[in-house]
Each structure stands twice: as structure tokens, then as C-alpha cells.
């Protein structure tokens, strides 16, 4: 399959090019530095910005599926001030996607966007998800009201919170409408995350529906 990959540069995105590549996948990587990414057989590193539809609509044509790992780098100053960033940049993605005729489209979002901010537990609710990060996740959820406009199957994830430690098994991935609470404050590898934005692509079951991912037994 042709996949491609937009935040590439980023933790997640670089996990995914390399389990899409490890997969067999020829991988498109759309980022602002193409410096930055190493050369690999089966990747095509293309340079450009997600507000740039048509530059987006051209690398699209001809792909299987595009999964988004887009987000906002954390800083003082968007944490105080917030960002436009998501709402400017997935309405653009969903439209070159559509112009593109891609068939699939797999969206990373975090848990505590949106309506899954009701499903945490009190701590994550009030203190992570209505203070410290409360403006990165307000503008994900403006974002995906675009969503509703996107003709590929989509599909996107909520993952709890991310570490940098290595995979674990048994992780788990439902659909939020199954989920009545997450416990506590779980933490769940970002290597975990990228095998499964990647796994999703061949598994149409799931278009249309969002999904929480977190570990082992960490939902109700």
C-alpha cells in the first residue's frame, strides 16, 4: 500500500513511517523539514505545509491512506495563549483528501478531546484536560467537527497519555462508545500508538468510529 504519513518529524510520526515501512508499505512523508528525516528505502520525503492544499492534494493522489499525527508542540506559550493550529490544518487535510479521492483516512487525537474529556477520571478531567492542556485540546475538538466532511472511511484514535518507554503487550483499543470511564492517569507507549495508526489502515471495520486507546484493562 501507499501510505502517507503527515508529522513524520514528530515522535509518533516517526514511529509510523517505520512500522508502515517495516509492514512492506511505500510511505509518503509530507513535512515542513525534509532534513530532518533520514533516508530509507520505500519512503519519498516530500516537502511542504499542511496549509497548503494543493501541495497536500498532489501528494496524495495515488495513495492508499493518509494518517495524520499532527499536533501543536507543547511550549509555555501555547499553553498560556492556545493555538488555532489543529482547526486551520485539518479542515485543509480533509479537503485535499477528498480532492485526492483517497479511500482511508486514520486521524491520531488524544483522550480528553472533546466528548472524551467526560469519560476521565477526576484528577485527568480537572486538572490536565480543563487547565494545563485545556486550549491544545479545545482546538482538536473544533477541528474535528470536519470530520463529518471527510469522504475517505475514516477512523480516529484517542490514546491516553503517552511515554517514551518501550511497547507493551495487550494494549487495548475500543470504541468510545463502549467506554463509560478511564481510571486514573494511564500511560501508554507512543510505539504502541504508531503499530496501530498503521494496523488501522487495512481494517475498514472501524471507519467511522473513534476509538480509545489505552492499556491493559485501563477502561470501564
Known amino acids: 500500500m501507499r501510505i502517507v504519513v503527515l508529522g513524520a518529524t514528530g515522535t509518533t510520526g516517526g514511529l509510523v513511517v517505520k512500522e508502515a515501512l517495516a509492514a512492506g508499505n511505500k510511505v509518503v512523508a509530507f513535512v515542513r523539514r525534509p532534513e530532518v528525516l533520514p533516508t530509507r528505502e520505500g519512503l519519498t520525503v516530500v516537502c511542504g505545509a499542511v496549509e497548503d492544499q494543493a501541495a497536500m492534494r498532489a501528494s496524495f493522489a495515488g495513495a492508499d491512506a493518509v494518517i495524520s499525527c499532527l499536533g501543536a508542540r507543547m511550549s509555555p506559550r501555547i499553553l498560556i495563549h492556545g493555538t488555532d493550529f489543529q482547526r486551520r490544518a485539518l479542515p485543509t487535510i480533509v479537503s485535499a483528501i477528498n480532492e485526492a479521492a483517497v479511500r482511508r483516512f486514520v486521524l491520531m487525537s488524544s483522550f480528553g478531546v472533546g466528548e472524551t474529556a467526560a469519560k476521565a477520571s477526576t484528577l485527568a478531567r480537572f486538572l490536565l484536560y480543563s487547565v494545563i492542556a485545556k486550549k491544545l485540546f479545545d482546538d482538536k475538538a473544533i477541528a474535528e467537527r470536519s470530520l463529518s466532511g ?34 486514573g492517569l494511564p500511560l501508554l507507549p507512543f510505539a504502541n500508538v504508531a503499530k ?10 472501524q471507519a467511522g468510529q473513534k476509538l480509545l486507546h489505552t492499556v491493559p484493562g485501563g477502561w470501564q
Open 196 to 205: 496501530t495508526l498503521v494496523g488501522l489502515v487495512p481494517d475498514e471495520s
Open 150 to 183: 471527510c469522504k475517505a472511511n475514516w477512523t480516529a484514535v484517542y490514546p491516553v497519555t503517552l511515554t517514551k518507554r518501550p511497547a507493551i503487550p495487550g494494549d487495548e483499543l475500543i470504541p468510545l462508545s463502549k467506554v463509560r470511564k478511564v481510571p
